[in-house]
């Protein structure tokens, strides 16, 4: 069983920036690869980002790319997402989400392929 816990959510102006951290415990995290979502006023949960177990190779939505940066410390079992230029529909609740399968080559994209979720962090952008 793994518990993730997200950080660093808030309310920031457009154009501004936010770092989230997701914190894992429970398991070794280094072998899986992790993911962010959010779930904005009543959309439904969409991908954003995700990193695989080494941090070699990274996705990420077309609404963020260019924008927005993931990024992982092993030794610190957390993950990052470096949120920059925000936009007022960049608001909502932010997951971190964990993989389990260990050392695949394959990064999941999609709700149903993870595994392990945290409760969600808000950020808010106003305009």
């Known amino acids: 069983q793994v518990q993730l816990v997200e950080s660093g959510g808030g309310l920031v102006q457009a154009g501004g920036s936010l770092r989230l951290s997701c914190e894992a415990s429970?398991?070794?995290?280094?072998?899986?690869?992790m993911g962010w979502f959010r779930q904005g006023p009543g959309k439904e949960r969409e991908f954003v980002t995700a990193?695989?177990?080494?941090?070699?190779?990274?996705y990420y939505g077309d609404s963020v790319k260019g924008r927005f940066t993931i990024s992982r410390d092993n030794a610190k079992n957390t993950v990052y997402l470096q949120m920059n230029s925000l936009k007022p529909e960049d608001t909502g609740v932010y997951y971190c989400?964990?993989?389990?399968?260990?050392?695949?080559?394959?990064?999941?994209?999609?709700?149903?392929?993870?595994?392990?979720w945290g409760q969600g962090t808000q950020v808010t952008v106003s305009s």
């Open positions: 989400a964990a993989d389990s399968r260990p050392y695949s080559v394959h990064v999941p994209t999609t709700l149903r392929e993870y595994d392990y």
């Open positions: 429970g398991r070794s995290f280094r072998p899986y690869a």
């Open positions: 990193i695989n177990w080494s941090g070699g190779s990274t």
